[in-house]
């Protein structure tokens, strides 16, 4: 007859196997029905490796070594789905790219493209390959430059790896439209601004064109108003120098303006709009051509048309004209 060994351990009840399994699982309990199954299923096969007498010790240890191991891949495996993990939010939807797809990385999907439409979110690091422009969740846009690299860090705070970004965050917003940039340079802080960031080697320069910035280098901090242009070296040393709201330098910018729905408004809004997007200054030529701005009601679509482009077209539905005079937009009524 073949001997049976009870010394250490070597002979386990069915109690024993299931209280082994209850405290493995105490900490990350799972569904009661999938533990019952498991329960069953390990002292089934517990109860076939004892109907047989003739099984050798060494087999009876290897059994035991891979119960062991079952219990700990289960007990990581529901430690992995019961780990919290932070959802990532929203920053918002690609509303045009001119030229080329969006690409981005992120902690679930390593790498695919975005096209108009597409939403953006907390923890995806994206790249431009032509202009693009993003409706941000909590208001105003963010312009990106062709071959530009964006990290998404928070909901409130992009960091700008290297490229060219446009950020417009309209003073109506208030303190809930905030938008902080960091960069190789220090961090970007605003109230109500539309500023424009540079990343091309070790250089970083701002150009604020409305409101106010401040950045912190790590050393000091560098309030910047509008017309001010902020140009930090290697060295982190940060100079100011005065620089036009207006003209050719902002055109990349106009070309990435959000559509404005003209449908059923006033005149007066709509050259308000304009004017801001081109960084100018709105002056009437007198009180009766800008009474005739504000009673005047438009109707059609500027969809698709950079601001500039479709200021005349507007205009020549009404009575009044328009000029350029440096840094204001002068509209008159016909002599």
């Given at each position: ?22 405290d ?11 533990l ?32 062991a191991a ?59 390959q ?20 964006v ?21 109506a ?57 902020l ?27 959000p ?13 308000q ?23 005047t ?6 969809r ?19 000029e350029?005079?440096?840094d ?8």
């Open positions: 007859m073949t001997e049976r060994h009870s010394g250490d351990g070597e002979e386990r009840s069915d109690a024993e196997v299931d209280s082994a399994l209850t493995a699982l105490r900490t990350r309990p799972m569904d009661p029905r999938a019952a199954r498991m329960r069953e299923a390990v002292a089934h096969e517990w109860r076939a490796s004892v109907a047989t007498e003739h099984r050798p010790l060494r087999s009876r240890r290897w059994l035991w070594t891979s119960l079952a219990v700990a891949i289960s007990t990581l495996t529901l430690g992995w789905f019961a780990w919290p993990v932070t959802a990532p939010v929203s920053f918002g939807s690609i509303a045009r790219s001119e030229t080329g797809d969006v690409e981005v990385r992120s902690a679930l999907v390593l790498h695919h493209a975005l096209h108009a439409g597409d939403v953006l979110r907390t923890g995806d690091k994206f790249t431009a032509g202009p693009t422009l993003v409706a941000l969740s909590s208001g105003g846009t963010l312009r990106i430059a062709g071959n530009s690299v990290e998404i860090t928070s909901a409130t705070e992009i960091r700008l790896e290297r490229g060219m970004i446009y950020v417009d965050k309209p003073p917003l208030g303190g809930s439209g905030r938008l902080r940039v960091l960069t190789q340079a220090g961090l970007l802080e605003h109230l109500g601004t539309a500023f424009e960031v540079l990343s091309e080697g070790q250089k970083v320069r701002v150009r604020v064109r409305e409101g106010r910035i401040r950045m912190h280098t790590g050393s000091s901090d560098v309030v910047a108003d509008a017309g001010t242009e140009l930090a070296t290697p060295d982190r040393e940060v100079s100011q120098h005065p620089i036009p709201t207006y003209g050719g330098d902002w055109l990349w910018v106009a070309a990435l303006t559509d404005y729905d003209i449908e059923g408004q006033a005149l007066l809004g709509y050259l709009w304009v004017t801001r997007e081109l960084g100018q200054r709105l002056e009437f030529a007198d009180a009766h051509a800008r009474e005739v701005a504000e009673r009601i438009l109707h059609g679509t500027v698709g048309r950079a601001p500039l482009d479709s200021l005349a077209n507007v205009l020549a539905t009404t009575t009044l004209a328009y350029l005079r440096g204001t937009i002068w509209i008159q009524s016909p002599p």
